[in-house]
């Protein structure tokens, strides 16, 4: 198994504050997850930052409505992919690293994994690819955990296409691009997801058709593993 290395900056690793990812289908419950453990953090006294990606940046925030809304049907793969990682290098820089060379947790719904799910797997690019890109761009800075949540492909796109629905009620904003996509799209996205699990020793694969509260622990407790221990519960 591949154990890559994480890009420190100019901070010691002793100083560092970690960077704990969330992965997963839409739907899954990520966001919820992940604000779930940032609530945790901050009661142990950890400064902590939640983000998204694509967003985060004020520039990845107009990206991410180019690249999740329905209307950019014409996208080329490629395209999407380049996008993607615009999106992380301005998030990479401008938040990522600089939060974590203040020592600061960053909490993160989504990162490269994604790219080599979706982009590597769903659109059939490869994962090499997507991993130069990822060492060029984003300084080849890698998680300290990334926490997959799994569950039915079927189920959690229901559940993101209401969620999305809904959101379009609500605000206007239209982000289902994705959620267009076939069956045969999303076993193409598990599989690169279930391989990267294979291949990295920082992936946790967490059930999520589980109790919000139960998948809640079980992610605590990874968390508290594999980071150290006096720094977690400090």
Not at 124 to 130: F, R, T, W, Y
Not at 154 to 171: D, G, P
Request: with cysteine; proline share 3%.
């Amino acid at each position: 198994m591949a154990l890559h290395c994480v890009y420190h900056g100019d901070v010691s690793s002793k100083h560092r504050g970690k960077f704990i990812t969330f992965e997963g289908l839409d739907g899954v419950g990520k966001s919820t997850q992940l604000e779930k453990l940032a609530a945790h953090l901050r009661k142990r006294g950890l400064e902590v930052i939640a983000t998204r990606e694509p967003g985060g940046t004020t520039i990845g925030e107009r990206l991410r409505a180019v690249l999740l809304d329905s209307r950019t049907a014409g996208l080329s793969p490629l395209a999407e992919l380049g996008l993607m990682f615009a999106d992380r290098a301005q998030h990479v820089d401008e938040m990522i690293l600089p939060a974590l060379n203040k020592g600061e947790w960053v909490l993160c719904d989504r990162f490269t994994d994604s790219s080599e799910a979706y982009q590597g797997g769903g659109r059939e690019l490869g994962s090499d690819i997507v991993l130069q890109l990822h060492k060029i761009l984003c300084r080849n800075l890698q998680p300290d955990i990334t926490i997959l949540m799994l569950s039915d492909p079927a189920h959690s796109i229901a559940r993101a296409r209401r969620r999305n629905t809904e959101q379009s009620r609500r605000s206007r904003a239209d982000e289902n691009r994705f959620e267009k996509e076939n069956r045969a799209f999303y076993k193409r996205v598990l599989e690169a997801y279930m391989a990267i699990a294979e291949r990295e020793r920082r992936v946790v694969k967490v059930n999520a058709r589980e109790p919000i509260e139960k998948v809640h622990k079980k992610i605590v407790r990874s968390v508290e593993e594999r980071l150290p221990w006096d720094l977690v519960i400090g």
